[in-house]
């Protein structure tokens, strides 16, 4: 009953274009689950990340789960394809990963702005978001649901298109200095 009332209350976060501004900060939306949700949902929510471990991590959702996995292997498709273009080896645990993200990483690392890149892993990662989305829009997993989402749209409207230039240029040449590899974290 406490998730029917919380989610009612929440603002929608569909159709929000990306120069808009959210109607619900992260700090609101974590007080509202920290009044309306159990001690295990708080949990979950205090744990989810658009950045997940390298290796997996158990979740009491089944969404959450997914969501990471998801993540975790578009960040080892850009890892493995950024590491092949510039002829590096690059080794993950798996060995495999699904063709659909490959496409995705290899259109990404060859755009020219990084920026576009971004905007165009920003969709991707929606677009996987959302065939995650519940069909019952009042349970926990809703919950989780909006909560990512609202990191998503939070992330994309951080970048600063001069600054992330001079940093990738930075990072990309101390890659081909052979300082170090990015990766996961």
Known sequence: MAEYYFMSQLPSLDGIG???ALPIAEERFQELCHRFLGKKAQKEIENLTL?????????SSALVEAWNEGERNLRLALGKVRADKLKKSFDWENGYLPSELIKVARMAVEMESPME???????????????????DTFCEDSVFYYGLKLKLMMRIRQFDEALGEAAYK??????????????LQ
């Open 51 to 59: 950045i997940p471990s390298r290796s997996p991590e158990k979740s």
């Open 170 to 183: 930075e990072i990309y040449n101390s890659i081909m200095n052979g300082d170090r590899l990015e990766g």
């Open 117 to 135: 890149a971004e905007k165009f892993l920003n969709q991707y990662r929606m677009d996987f978001l959302e065939s995650l989305r519940p069909m």
């Open 18 to 20: 990306e120069q808009m």
